[in-house]
């Protein structure tokens, strides 16, 4: 599975920004897609996934309220959509995916820079 993700960007505090995780190379079917972010001298961090065959969605707990994972089958692509912005969100955006039932992650995009200024 290859992954782009796109759509990061510059955007003040309290804004939205919508980032995009293009997916090609096989099916999605039986796959989990997922976003992570790491910001500079952080741990990366999990922040939602949904299941491609049903669209079943979890989120961290801590971004619940912020941020809605979806997916266009067509496109066979995964959005994070993220609202009230603010400087703490500051990061890198990753769209993994991996097989369900499998702890890790496979595949990894290149990730999308996000800066929210204050």
């Known amino acids: 599975v290859q992954l782009q993700a796109s759509g990061g960007g510059l955007v003040q505090t309290g804004g939205s920004l919508r980032v995009s995780c293009a997916a090609s190379?096989?099916?999605?079917?039986?796959?989990?897609l997922g976003w992570f972010r790491q910001a500079p001298g952080k741990d990366r961090e999990y922040v939602a996934s949904?299941?491609?065959?049903?669209?079943?969605?979890y989120y961290a707990e801590s971004m619940k309220g912020r941020v809605t994972i979806s997916r266009d089958n067509a496109k066979n692509t995964v959005y994070l959509q993220m609202n009230s912005l603010n400087p703490e969100d500051t990061a890198v955006y990753y769209c993994?995916?991996?097989?369900?039932?499998?702890?890790?992650?496979?595949?990894w995009g290149q990730g999308t820079q996000v800066t929210v200024s204050s």
């Open positions: 949904i299941i491609w065959s049903g669209g079943t969605i």
């Open positions: 993994a995916a991996k097989v369900m039932n499998k702890r890790q992650y496979d595949y």
């Open positions: 190379g096989r099916t999605l079917s039986g796959y989990v």
